[in-house]
């Protein structure tokens, strides 16, 4: 029998911070149409605070990693997790729309600190990163079954207010058991300005190495796909396909269980066969299964292509060990969360150009551009094997 180390207990309470961060951030959707009528703003105004919340999440990931360096990662988490809990009460409170806006970008934003952190310390602890990485994705995966269900309901029957309080029931006691279970980590750079980490020289010297900007790449066109399918799966099956509004959130279910169980084992697959490989596999899956969502007739045809897209996109569990490997214990938080930041924002318009390219051409075509971008990655991948650039 497995013995039960204290590196488990660790990646059990990070994944169950993910989890949290991510609960808070998808609490706000399901209750959007009551937001707006007891605020009396539109649709618009209240999709403009939450592509605030991503963008600050995304933006949080490079000064998450300096933190996390200066002050040590289990502290950084505990902010993650106790400022989540707290946003989304301070949301649940809000006495006017402005406070309201303010409260969700301070949600983005701390939410934003536990991902690079929480990464760079397992990156640590465990010999199989892949793996370590994919179990703990799966956090968000299980937060984004399980938060529009659950919000749904007590939105129903209690109102908005108490459904993004829930975040409040779930983050209060991860900060207890983090904060119990989890031993103080020390710092890696306690007596280093975080100035100097930020300074524009040095960021771009990161970022101009080749192997860290053909990962960034790669992550870029994941990250964007991702974005697209997250915002406009349902409306593609019901555009596309004419399936009904139930049978679409089936299919989206599905999309994330597929993507649920994939994390683990694209970690696995990563550990014994090579990162790229993996990478590369997720990345033909995609292309293939975004094909027999586009082609597909009936539903056995779309169920096999939703299973492949959700295995596409679990490609973090092996692209981002990649990103690990080259940087160096000294610089693997900050510049950890600093690539996350480049490749978050970057990717960040993937909604907008999949809506804007299906309002002019279709969605067919709209979900063809994603298809063709991984099909791109792919190749970049293969040419990089193929003439050993050691990129």
Known sequence: MMRWRYRNTVLLLCTLAFFVVMFGRLAISPVVPEITGEFDVSNAVIGAALTGMWLAYGLTQYPSGVIGDRFGERKTILVAVGGT???????ALAPAFPAFVVATLVLGAVAGLHYSVATTLLSRIHDNVGTAIGIHNSGATVAGLVAPIVVAWVGVTYGWRPAIALTVAVGVPSFVLIYLFVRPTEPQRPDESMRDR???ESVLELLSRPVIAFSLFIAIVGEFVWQGVASFLPVFLMAHHEYSPTLAATGFSAYFVAQGIAQVGVGVVSDRFGQDRATAGCLLAGAVGIGLLITGQGLVAVAVGLALLGIAMSFEAAL????LTVLGDAERGAGFGLVRTVYLVTASSGSV??????DVFGWGVSFALLGGLLVLAFLALVVNWAFDLEL
């Open 320 to 323: 981002l060990p990649r990103f």
């Open 353 to 358: 150009v999949v809506g804007l390219v299906a």
């Open 198 to 200: 930020i300074e524009l």
């Open 85 to 91: 809990a707290a946003a989304s009460l301070f949301i």
